[in-house]
């Protein structure tokens, strides 16, 4: 049912909200069109009139710098107008409520939201709700879902790695409160990974963990073994005053990346993480900055993945002859 | 109260507790059932109702339904939910002291009923706060609440400061004959959760509220209840292990009854998925096999009352992110068709199903209600087993437009109510 909230009547992609649902046709057209759209970063003048006379609208209710900034370069480079509008300052913090928020803007008669939320589903309820020719891009809702960052991880490992069906992708760290957990395991899956596994102390893992289609270790040197890709979850501060860990530094002795641990995995496995890195917490400094650590790749490729999605969205670039729902 | 003398012809009449289920005559003089059969001699009836196809039960008795009023009338009124009700085939209600103003004083108790006799449409009984403003700290004057008509206490949603505080508490109802009722919830194992511990909210990234919010809770108050020898009530059980353990108690003999939300027979944490926000409820559905064991726990009556666990909102308490939402479901209007879908698909026979919506529920309050006994009060409900309908909430008389169960079709649905001889609802 909410899947299918993500496709218009003619089954065009009208928002972006989640991996479920997308089949793997599309999630490689995604990947195609991020493709074609890197040479444009390259380049010296580096726009395209994709989006030429769109509004999009970054609208932030939870503090971010690197997916903002990331997402108003991707909007610019497709020629679109950009408003960047912080909630953390605005309106909701005088009561207005999240639908008078979106009916406001709406009324400026804007093209497309671009929405970082801190409750789960709130992408989803701004989609149900806006006017029909309003796109929704979920830029991370709670603990449920980022899309976008879960498609430039795809985009960086299939351009080091290329085939998803030989790859075994180890995901360590805060899964239970990760929306870049879900839906990495998402979009794995769907590409045919060979084996996806999580690794995570218990406090730190969904009950049904298993169910959303991994291998669960609970210790790091197993979780890593023969791996091909790393990706490190942020540890937010606030887990050891929930009692989720005694500890940083018992936290970094037992699942922290080091050089001996990654030795672990396969020897050409890379290192990634959606950032911002907390250095010595969930991984050594030596490792993030070393060679297998592709984390800055990670970064550019987000300008790419993000035009890729806002243009097939908003414009229905590179979707023809795609059949986008599973 | 009306005086007058009604025939209720042609019906099937269906009393549980009296073991009848015949195709007989109902006779109503002055308010009260005077026969249950054979007409009275010379009794000269001023209204004939035909109940041809329809079945002529006890009026529901609904241990939980919130009416908002005092305090929350953008929400609901006591009016308007007592229409629901009656619509409902729900004759008495209780409602839980949560309202904005606590009900903690005689004063709020005597405000409700006199606000819900003036509406005239269900006989309200306000359960009376456990402690004051529900704070969990000080007790209520529970024998002035008493004396106001109160015949159960709660702290409903509100945590108790500590477990001494219960125990005192619980303690000095026994000296009150009041019974306590008690919605099971750890608060610190509840912490801001919205859904149930398992595979959904595992995918959803929802905060939960795991089943032994619950559990932990129940085994608390079933120890301090076997020691303290006070009247407990559980509402609104959600999940396997619950029951289990409340089986265990009664079968030592420990003073324990329990009911459970209507939705919870139905639903699981599946209805959920898609973040539907009328779908959000407290306690959370849970999964399957906690559902059917509350079915099964239903049946053995271990459980002995279903209530709809009514909660009126208005539709800006839906209209956020689902955890931002406010738990709870209008759900008056779809009790009775729920219910016969249990009896459908095989849960519960008629009878039985009959018994948990009206003597089940009276028997826990002390009430003397939920029969069709001579001389009780003609509280009657008629409903036509086979009426299918869709419910669109357009025609409901709840203020409330929330639940989860807008565009199902039914089957059966309440065609007459009567309160005290006096019809107080007509399809």
Redesign the interface.
Same mark, same amino acid.
């Given at each position: 049912?909410?899947k299918s909230?993500q496709f218009d009547a003619a089954g065009r992609l009208r928002h972006f909200l989640t991996i479920?649902g997308l089949n793997r046709g599309l999630l490689v057209r995604i990947m195609d069109v991020a493709e074609s759209f890197s040479s444009v970063t390259e380049q010296q003048v580096k726009k395209v009139p994709l989006l030429r006379g769109k509004t999009i609208v970054n609208l932030f209710f939870e503090n971010s710098t690197r997916t903002r900034n990331t997402f108003e370069l991707a909007a610019k480079r497709l020629s679109a107008d950009v408003l960047n509008v912080n909630i953390a300052t605005s309106a909701t913090s005088k009561g207005e409520?999240?639908?008078d928020t979106i009916r406001n803007i709406e009324a400026m008669h804007v093209d497309m939201f671009v929405v970082r939320?801190e409750?789960?589903?709130?992408a989803?309820?701004i989609a149900r709700?806006v006017a029909p020719h309003i796109s929704v891009v979920n830029a991370g809702?709670?603990?449920?879902?980022h899309p976008t960052q879960a498609m430039l991880d795809m985009f960086t490992i299939r351009q080091c790695k290329g085939d998803f069906s030989k790859l075994k992708v180890a995901i360590v760290g805060d899964i239970l409160?990760s @929306?870049v957990a @879900?839906s990495e395991i998402l979009a794995l899956n769907t590409l045919g990974t060979a084996e996806v596994r999580v690794v995570a102390p218990r406090t730190l893992l969904?009950?049904?963990?298993a169910?959303?289609g991994v291998k669960v270790f609970h210790d790091l040197d197993q979780g890593l073994s023969g791996v091909d890709v790393i990706i490190m979850l942020r540890l937010q501060k606030e887990r050891m005053s929930g009692a989720f860990l005694p500890s940083e530094h018992e936290y970094f002795t037992y699942f922290g990346l080091t050089g001996e641990r990654l030795a672990k995995a396969n020897p050409n496995a890379i290192v990634m993480h959606p950032g911002p890195i907390n250095r010595g917490v969930e991984i050594d400094s030596r490792v993030a900055d070393g060679p297998q650590s592709v984390i800055l790749q990670q970064v550019g490729n987000g300008i790419a993945v993000r035009m890729a999605v806002m243009s097939m969205v908003l414009g229905g670039y590179g979707m023809a002859n795609v059949g986008v729902a599973s | 109260m009306s005086g007058e003398k009604i025939i209720i012809r042609g019906g099937r009449v269906i009393d549980p507790v009296n073991g009848v289920d015949a195709f007989v005559s109902v006779s109503v003089d002055d308010g009260k059932i005077v026969a249950v059969g054979n007409v009275p001699n010379g009794f000269a009836a001023h209204q004939e109702i035909d109940a041809h196809d329809q079945i002529v039960c006890p009026g529901f008795v609904d241990l939980c339904v919130r009416l908002r009023e005092p305090g929350q009338e953008h929400k609901a009124t006591i009016a308007s939910e007592t229409a629901a009700a009656a619509a409902a085939g729900v004759t008495t209600l209780c409602c839980p002291p949560d309202t904005r103003r606590v009900i903690d004083t005689p004063a709020l108790v005597n405000l409700l009923r006199e606000r819900a006799d003036g509406a005239g449409k269900a006989r309200v009984i306000p359960i009376g706060a456990l402690t004051r403003g529900l704070l969990g700290k000080e007790l209520c004057s529970m024998m002035a609440l008493k004396g106001a008509g109160c015949l159960a206490v709660s702290n409903a949603y509100a945590p108790m400061e500590n477990l001494l505080v219960l125990r005192r508490a619980l303690e000095y109802t026994t000296n009150c004959g009041l019974l306590v009722i008690v919605r099971p919830e750890e608060p610190a194992l509840r912490n801001r959760g919205c859904a149930h511990d398992g595979a959904v909210s595992s995918r959803l990234g929802l905060p939960v509220i795991p089943y032994s919010a619950e559990t932990v809770a129940v085994a608390q108050t079933l120890v301090l209840a076997e020691q303290t020898q006070a009247r407990v009530h559980f509402g609104q059980l959600s999940c396997a292990r619950a029951v289990a353990m409340i089986a265990e108690a009664q079968s030592r003999g420990v003073k324990v009854s329990a009911d459970v939300a209507i939705h919870q027979l139905h639903l699981t944490e599946d209805a959920v998925d898609g973040f539907d926000a009328n779908a959000h409820v407290s306690p959370p559905f849970r999964a399957l096999a906690d559902r059917d064991a509350l079915r099964e726990g239903l049946a053995a009556g271990i459980l002995q009352a279903i209530c709809s666990d009514h909660q009126p909102h208005d539709p800006n308490a839906k209209l956020d992110a689902f955890p931002a939402t406010e738990p709870g479901i209008s759900s008056l209007e779809t009790l009775l068709p729920l219910a016969l879908q249990l009896v459908e698909s095989g849960v519960l026979d008629l009878f039985s199903a009959i018994a948990r919506l009206a003597h089940g529920p009276a028997t826990i309050m002390g009430l003397d209600a939920g029969t069709l006994s001579v001389g009780a009060k003609a509280d009657i409900c008629l409903f036509d087993p086979s009426l299918e309908w869709t419910a669109s909430g357009t025609d409901w008389l709840s203020r409330g437009v929330n639940s989860p169960f807008y565009g199902s079709a039914f089957k059966g649905r309440v065609t007459k109510t009567l309160l005290g001889g006096r019809v107080v609802h007509s399809l």
């Open positions: 049912m909410n909230i479920d409520s999240l639908l939320h409750a789960s589903g709130a989803h309820f709700h809702d709670g603990s449920h879902s409160h @929306r @879900r969904p009950a049904d963990a169910g959303l | -």
